[in-house]
């Protein structure tokens, strides 16, 4: 059975860093499949944060590109992610989820069918 | 990019039917669409894609034979037949968008069941 674990810091400040951590048990990342963040602040809906190929291909949000990294280590089985310059906007639940994959004509191949989710872990920004 | 647009809220009685609806933005017609169900304090689970032609690929684990989709127009369409206490939920849409470096995912505000 796959199961995703996230852990990191319940509270951080505003303008730090946010790292989060997702481990994998029941599949080997390195086996395929994309891994990716999806955030959801209390009250409110889904918001997909990227996603991440165990080659380390990666697609981020757009309204987030510019301080967001994920990474992967095939070593730990886990998923990594960073959110610099956090704001009180960014107080959220993270999840982290494995998703299908699916190719189109030019070869690229996309994240869809978020199959397996973790229980997801509230970060809260404030000083 | 795609606008994915969800009523905050829906109840229906036990035994009853329900649909609920996620509209697409226009000139987005062609979307498949991801539905997700998610119970309090829980992440979301797959229900099943959905485009113009009905459900697309299978349903997510476990995901009883009342569910069901269908996809026409702007509009993508989850209907639960004699619903019961356990759907109780929130129901989320969400589709992808862009190709190459431009892609990315977007999903709607959610819809609050109520199962009455």
């Known amino acids: 059975q796959v199961q995703l674990h996230e852990s990191g810091p319940g509270l951080v400040k505003p303008s730090e860093t946010l790292s989060l951590i997702c481990a994998v048990s029941g599949y080997y990342i390195s086996s395929g499949y994309y891994w990716s963040w999806i955030r959801q602040p209390p009250g409110k809906g889904l918001e997909w944060i990227g996603s991440?190929?165990?080659?380390?291909?990666?697609y981020y949000n757009p309204s987030l590109k510019s301080r967001v990294s994920i990474s992967v280590d095939t070593s730990k089985n886990q998923i990594s992610m960073r959110l610099n310059s956090v704001t009180a906007a960014d107080t959220a639940i993270y999840y982290c989820?494995?998703?299908?994959?699916?190719?189109?004509?030019?070869?690229?191949?996309?994240?869809?069918?978020?199959?397996?989710w973790g229980q997801g872990t509230l970060v809260t920004v404030s000083s | 990019q795609p606008v994915l647009t969800q009523p905050p809220s829906a109840s229906a009685s036990l035994g009853d039917s329900v649909t609920l609806t996620c509209t697409l933005s226009?000139?987005?017609?062609?979307?498949?669409v991801d539905w997700y169900q998610q119970k309090p304090g829980k992440g979301p689970r797959f229900v099943m894609r959905?485009?113009?032609?009905?459900?697309?690929?299978s349903k997510g684990d476990g995901i009883p034979d009342r569910f069901s989709v269908l996809g026409s127009g702007l509009n993508r369409y989850l209907t639960i037949n004699n619903i019961q206490e356990e759907d109780e939920s929130d129901y989320h849409c969400g589709a992808d968008h862009g190709s190459g470096s431009n892609f990315f995912w977007v999903f709607g505000g959610g819809t609050k069941l109520t199962v009455l």
């Open positions: 989820a494995r998703s299908h994959y699916y190719y189109d004509s030019s070869g690229y191949y996309y994240p869809y069918h978020f199959d397996y």
């Open positions: 959905v485009g113009t032609g009905g459900i697309v690929g």
């Open positions: 991440i190929y165990h080659s380390g291909n990666t």
């Open positions: 226009s000139g987005h017609g062609s979307y498949k």
